[in-house]
């Protein structure tokens, strides 16, 4: 398999797995609140959940061939036994194992709030298990971050599809309550992204020269689109949202053109972050 093919598979992996997580998240705190808008949410949250299943499965099967750059790696024994035994192999059967429980319980196979939070951090903690934090020096302060950044990442992402639906589809009343509720945790929650971010290129990164090198410079580039999406957050919030609660009849089709945004945004950060992780090292290009 070309490194290019593996960056694409990687990217949707790491795409569609937050977004599974993101849903189990976003419904197992706000699921209660949902009327009209549950069904289709959940039926969402499970569509996005197997469709990670099957991009997550096939790229364990094809774990073996990037590492040869062929299909022999996938009839080599001893190269099936070695990256088998790997953190790679480990990380996605935990996130096979998350992703699956966020279709269990979504679609009630396996109800419970509790139980669908749990799967939903299960497939975000299998991050920590790969990358440049798992072999940093520093892992043992770079793991809480990481697990801090990409739990609320996923929240925030997985969370998008479900508020425009919120929005279309429920009352003014409960839409509001709704989105209110999401609004009031994001304002915790968001700057949180920021701060283990920073805290994790801090630790990261050798000296300040490194900001100068690929690696440094794609980081650059999410700080911007995260300070990009930071202002959208705070349009909703201090605009959008109360005007939805006025009652105003463009404002429900204004919030969803802005969640859309929100959502093309994150797919540009996943993607810079799909080749950070896989082409780059903090060190140097």
């Known amino acids: 398999m070309t490194d290019r093919s593996w960056l694409v598979l ?17 419904y197992a705190r706000h699921g209660r609140a949902l009327k009209r ?3 289709m949410i959940r ?49 996605l059967a935990l996130r096979i194992a998350g992703v699956g429980g ?21 497939a975000a903690a299998s991050f920590l298990l790969t ?42 009343t409960d839409a509001t309550l709704v989105l209110a509720a999401f609004s009031r945790a994001a304002g915790w929650l968001v700057p949180a992204i920021a701060l283990a971010g920073i805290g994790m290129a801090l630790l990261l990164l050798p000296d300040p020269a490194a900001l100068r090198q690929p690696y440094g410079l794609l980081l650059l580039a999410k700080l911007l689109l995260f300070a990009l999406l ?5 349009l909703n919030r201090l605009r959008l949202l109360p005007a939805l609660a006025r009652g105003e009849a463009l404002a429900p089709a204004r919030l969803r053109r802005s969640i859309a945004l929100e959502y093309a945004l994150l797919v540009v950060v996943f993607a810079a972050t799909a080749v950070l992780t896989e082409s780059f090292s903090p060190a140097g290009s």
Do not use: K
């Open 43 to 91: 039926r969402a949250g499970v569509r996005a959940a197997l469709t990670a299943l099957a991009v997550l499965i096939l790229q364990a099967l094809s774990g073996p061939a990037h590492l040869t750059g062929d299909l022999s790696g996938m009839t080599s024994a001893p190269l099936l036994r070695l990256y088998l035994s790997s953190a790679a192999a480990l990380a």
């Open 131 to 172: 990358g440049h934090i798992a072999a940093d020096a520093h892992r043992a302060l770079l793991a809480p971050l990481l697990l801090v950044h990409v739990t609320i990442v996923s929240y925030w992402f997985g969370s998008l599809w479900p508020l425009a639906q919120v929005s279309a589809l429920e009352t003014r």
């Open 102 to 122: 966020v279709a269990l319980t979504l679609s009630r196979t396996v109800p419970g709030a509790v139980l669908t939070a749990l799967a939903g951090l299960i």
């Open 10 to 26: 990687w990217a949707l992996s790491l795409l569609l797995s937050c977004q599974a997580a993101g849903a189990a998240l976003f």
């Open 230 to 234: 930071m202002g959208l957050a705070a």
């Open 37 to 39: 808008s549950a069904p």
